[in-house]
């Protein structure tokens, strides 16, 4: 146990210590990076209970004064595809959708936003004792976000009539899980975008149907995204 709190802080240690402001410069990347953040949010990489088929997330609330629920929809599924054996890992399929419903209702005159993200992966996990499993995978993750204008804006020579961010990456990634009663986890992971070397790491506590973690991505402007989600299993 104090092993795994050790490499836990040595993570959000790390994290801190290579924060990156740069996104400040560039007000479209930092939106399309904090959306594709709380997409990552939504995410679950943590393989399936090792007495469970089947598990089912959604975030309730995030690093804003509203409730996630309200603002950024996303759902996420996991399957368990084949159960553990002795020379055999867990292998899990996962998936992630997440839209912003409240762009269809905020009125923005001449403006038409659309958003959208999706997530696929690939879970292997082996047990390293009774309470302890490590975790290993792969993720295909796609954004999708575009402003159309009703009429074009001329800015000298440049006219816009369509603005669009379409982002796909892959992420590698890693973690542990400890298992501290039947119905209590905490997770440590953290995972690389090979494409755009994004870092996403998470440290989680899990307790029946309730999640409380923190997400770090270190070259966000906003490092820290604290959150609970809710489970269902079986």
């Not at 995204?225 to 489970?231: L, N, Q, T, V």
């Amino acid at each position: 146990m104090r092993k795994f709190i050790n490499n836990a802080i040595l993570i959000l240690l790390f994290s801190v210590s290579i924060i990156n402001f740069s996104f400040a410069q560039n007000p479209f990347v930092y939106l399309t990076d904090t959306l594709l953040n709380f997409h990552h949010d939504n995410e679950d990489m943590f393989p399936v209970p090792k007495d469970k088929h089947f598990s089912l997330r959604f975030n309730l609330a995030a690093p804003v004064p509203i409730p996630m629920i309200l603002i950024f929809n996303g759902i996420n599924v996991k399957f368990r595809v084949i159960k553990e054996l002795k020379n055999i890992p867990q292998i899990d399929l996962f998936g992630t959708y997440g839209t912003v419903l409240a762009l269809n209702y905020i009125p923005m005159e001449g403006i038409k936003p659309s958003y959208n993200d999706t997530t696929v992966g690939l879970n292997f996990t082996k047990s390293v004792d009774k309470k302890t499993r490590l975790f290993l995978g792969m993720q295909q993750t796609s954004l999708n976000f575009h402003i159309k204008l009703s009429t074009d804006t001329n800015s000298g020579s440049i006219s816009l009539e369509e603005f669009k961010t379409d982002i796909s990456d892959i992420y590698v990634f890693t973690g542990i899980e400890y298992h501290t009663s039947p119905t209590k986890y905490i997770y440590a992971q953290t995972g690389l975008g090979l494409k755009y070397n994004k870092i996403i790491s998470r440290i989680s506590m899990w307790y029946n149907f309730w999640e409380l973690g923190l997400n770090i991505y270190p070259e966000s402007l906003i490092v820290f995204y604290p959150y609970i989600a809710c489970h269902i299993c079986f």
